[in-house]
């Protein structure tokens, strides 16, 4: 980024590329703290399905109709 590109930034911009400048680092000293996880193989076969179906332009149901079901509400 040219120097007066920096002048030239919101408030937003500049806290985001700050943010984004220390989850690096971060990254780069500690490492990814879930990086040996490992999904069971029946989660990774829903993800996958899902993923297809989100694609396929489906969804799952209804927020409210999960709350109701489950009596969350």
Not at 44 to 63: C, D, F, N
């Amino acid at each position: 980024m040219p120097a007066n590109t920096l002048l030239n930034i919101t408030k937003e911009e500049l806290s985001q590329l700050i943010s984004s400048a220390i989850e690096q680092k971060l990254l780069e000293i500690l490492g990814d703290p879930e990086e040996h996880l490992l999904f069971r193989e029946e989660i990774q076969k829903r993800l996958v399905q899902q993923k297809a179906l989100v694609a396929k332009g489906k969804r799952g149901k209804k927020l409210g109709e999960v709350e109701k079901r489950l009596e969350l509400k």
